[in-house]
């Protein structure tokens, strides 16, 4: 069977229609209250994550949250919490730096809870998919060759 060919418009734009749907999921299942989820996501990198702008209800046309998706655990973050808010690059850090604070507590069996992700798996086997990622996510937030230059500081 062949792999899809990620380098496709037409299979990215799918895959990204697709990760639309979990986020919308998501969402819901976390009880979130918010806007409208944008139309395309505001950074990706098919087939393994995808970020997305999510609307304020309390400030229609602005940010409210910031929720990833893809090859990873799905998870939100409000954009209170983000440095620069309005910037994806600056939600994909906080993100992952949330994630490592996660794992790190983990490991030295501190109960730290700022985690939205909603998993069934003990802590040891989500500190495993958590950290890799997260370490990845911050090496491209890191380099200026994976974002347009709109998006660079």
């Known amino acids: 069977m062949n792999k899809p060919d ?3 418009p037409e299979v990215q734009n799918r895959w990204c229609e697709h990760q639309r749907t979990v986020v919308s999921d998501y969402l819901r299942s976390q009880e979130v209250k918010h806007g409208s989820i944008s139309e395309c996501p505001a950074w990706h990198v098919a087939p393994y994550v995808a970020l997305w702008a999510i609307e304020s209800l309390a400030r229609p046309g602005s940010i409210g949250w910031w929720v990833i998706s ?8 409000s954009s209170a919490d983000v440095a620069n808010s309005q910037h994806p690059r600056m939600a994909i850090r906080a993100i992952a730096e949330r994630w490592l604070k996660n ?50 500081d």
């Open 6 to 8: 990620y380098d496709d």
């Open 70 to 77: 893809g090859d990873l655990p799905t998870d939100y973050i």
């Open 103 to 152: 794992v790190n507590a983990w490991n030295t069996d501190e109960d730290y809870s700022e985690i939205k992700i909603s998993a069934n798996l003990p802590r040891a086997e989500l500190a495993s998919l958590l950290k890799p990622r997260a370490e990845l996510l911050i090496k491209w937030v890191d380099d200026d060759e994976m974002w347009d230059e709109e998006w660079h």
